[in-house]
């Protein structure tokens, strides 16, 4: 059983909070926009990250970082990409892959737009947890947090960052 924390769109910047919601988390997945290592320094602080680029991300993110990241954890095989779409509209650079070999939990963000849903047609769950920096349109700074335990997913979190 593993503790989650899912962050995206933090555009290089850095909350205090992240470290407090964060604390009983064993991984932190950034699914994109990260905007500076720094960030990924500080959340590494807390426990093990996970990360993968997004579209404001370039040079040096993109080296140490990969657009798409697939691997297993418990008996789940996640796939995380910055721009992924949500079930019934993947983006088409994600979408035959999403499709071909399904993965059990799909994060994905770069639309500031929290969204927790389940694809029926592929047992898939997705996750995009919103914008967690302050650049955007959106009105709510979010996180999410949820456990693995083997191939089910538990105590789903939503955090709203004041």
Known sequence: MVRIGILSD????????????FADCDEIWHA???????IIEQ???????????????GGIMRKL???TLRFN?????VL????????GRYDAS??????????????SGHSHIL??????????LHINPGAAGKQGWQLQRTLVKVTIDGSKFKDLEIIELK
């Open 10 to 21: 933090t555009h290089s910047h850095w909350d205090d909070k992240y470290s407090l919601h």
């Open 32 to 38: 994109g926009d990260i905007g500076s290592n720094i």
């Open 43 to 57: 959340l590494e602080k807390i426990c093990p990250v996970r990360a993968v680029y997004g579209n404001i991300d």
């Open 65 to 67: 970082y990969s657009e």
């Open 73 to 77: 954890i418990e008996n789940c095989e």
């Open 80 to 87: 995380i990409k910055h721009i992924g779409g949500y079930p």
């Open 94 to 107: 994600i979408k035959r892959e999403i499709y071909s070999r399904p993965p059990q939990l799909f994060v």
């Open 115 to 124: 969204k927790v849903m389940y694809d029926d047609s592929i047992n898939c």
